[in-house]
């Protein structure tokens, strides 16, 4: 069986140790060097960040995420095996992990780690399609001549690189579709490597549950269950007739994916749709001064992964859930497109003004869409604003300052309610 040392990258025969430098970290499968998809996913990149930027942290639970009212962004190992996860509430994470070091996240740091281990990732295949900082697809077909190596072998090395230069960890899943690929990646996390070989696919997915399939949330999982539907092979009953009346137009990608089929190609093209950011309160408040603070913070965060990813954006959304769990989405559009804090704040908090009387709210959110690039943006000044111009050249300079000194450099008043 075909096999590949992941420390010295030695092909070889299928053995329990590397043949050349007696390793046992190994990967062996029929199907390990004709395998052409592939998903990298960093190991808790934000958690892992911190802890390489200070050693003190190396042994300690981390959680990033916002204040006790938070939630959490990304976790350490550490913290996760005493039950963190992301998106839970920051005052759950800390009941199950009390001892944990609660960090802000450093979105301008995150994403330049991100462009180097992307570029890495174009030294391989010039086919890199991004899901988020820590995450991307690579489609290495027709790579082997150029590289003088199957795919499993730049794999291998792209990871040995992210740990030799950036002091980082990833994981890889290697098979024959996207879909596959990103299931792989997860299974032995972290510094794992999986393989998924389309003779394996039917058997393998036949017992697993469909929540594996990514985009499956809480709602789509709990109208699934009363269809019955919990696994694969409870996937498998279903004609696809009857998936697509039942499910729409997600029925009929259901009924491809129980089959192990997936034929979205691997676009290096794909835009960033939205960025966004949310928090979950601790008790449901109405309080317009609390709110008014997260509303600040939120619309800060979104600016700085905005600024980081040099985008800007046309259309403000303001997310607000009710006690009773019902949803309001508001959304405008801008004369033209921002990434400033300024901007995205005024517009979020008009937005929220004339929803206040339907609270008490147990989450806020704001978001920014319709996304270009960062020269298009905050090209005019506001006639009925005159103060526009001022506040933003003042958010320059301190996002200037906190490049120079950190992000708690220079902290707005309303930020600390």
């Known amino acids: 069986m075909p096999a590949l040392c992941r420390d ?7 053995a329990r140790r590397c043949p050349a430098c007696r390793s046992p970290r190994i990967i062996a499968h029929p199907e390990l060097f004709d395998l052409t998809i592939a998903h990298m996913d960093c190991d808790a990149f934000y958690a892992s960040v911190e802890k390489r930027d200070n050693p003190d942290l190396a042994d300690r639970p981390v959680i990033i995420g916002g204040g006790r009212r938070g939630v959490v962004s990304t976790a350490c190992y550490v913290a996760r095996i005493r039950g963190v996860r992301s998106a839970m ?55 082997r001549r150029l590289h003088g190596a199957p795919p499993a072998v730049m794999l291998a090395r792209l990871v040995r690189r992210m740990h030799d230069e950036l002091g980082l960890t990833g994981s890889i899943g290697l098979s024959h579709n996207k879909f596959l690929a990103k299931v792989a990646s ?15 696919t039917a058997g393998f997915l036949h017992d697993r549950p469909v929540r594996l399939i990514w985009g499956i949330g809480p709602a789509a999982q709990e109208a699934l269950d009363r269809a019955g539907i919990r696994t694969f092979a409870d996937l498998l009953r279903w004609n696809r007739e009857a998936l697509h009346d039942r499910f729409g137009m997600m029925g009929d990608r259901l009924w491809h994916l129980a089959r192990g089929e997936d034929r979205r190609r691997v676009s290096a093209h794909a835009p960033i749709k939205s960025i966004s950011n949310e928090t979950t309160f601790f008790e449901d408040t109405g309080n317009t001064d609390i709110l008014d603070g997260h509303i600040w913070r939120l619309s ?19 997310k607000l859930k009710r006690a009773d769990h019902g949803l309001l989405t508001r959304r405008l559009t801008l004369r033209d497109a ?54 933003q050249g003042a958010e320059r300079a301190a996002d200037a300052i906190r490049d120079r000194f950190g992000k708690d450099a220079i902290v707005k008043g309303r930020a600390l309610r």
């Open 338 to 391: 921002t990434q400033l804090a300024d901007r995205i704040y005024r517009t979020a908090r008009g937005l929220y003004d004339a929803e206040a009387g339907k609270g008490p709210f147990r989450l806020i959110g704001v978001g920014l869409s319709d996304l270009c690039p960062e020269a298009q943006a905050d090209l005019s000044g506001d006639l009925l604003d005159p103060g526009a111009v001022r506040r």
């Open 186 to 200: 997860d299974l032995d996390k972290p510094r794992g490597y999986s393989v998924i070989g389309k003779a394996e």
């Open 300 to 318: 800060e965060n979104v600016s700085d992964r905005a600024k980081a990813r040099e985008l800007a954006g046309r259309v403000v959304t303001l």
């Open 89 to 143: 509430p920051m005052f759950q994470a800390l009941k199950l992990c009390p001892d944990a070091v609660v960090i802000k996240p450093r979105m301008s740091v995150y994403a330049d780690i991100s462009k180097r281990i992307r570029a890495m990732m174009a030294d391989l295949t010039p086919a890199v399609e991004p899901l988020s900082l820590d995450e991307a697809f690579m489609d290495l077909s027709g790579t």
């Open 8 to 14: 010295c990258l030695t092909p070889f025969d299928d």
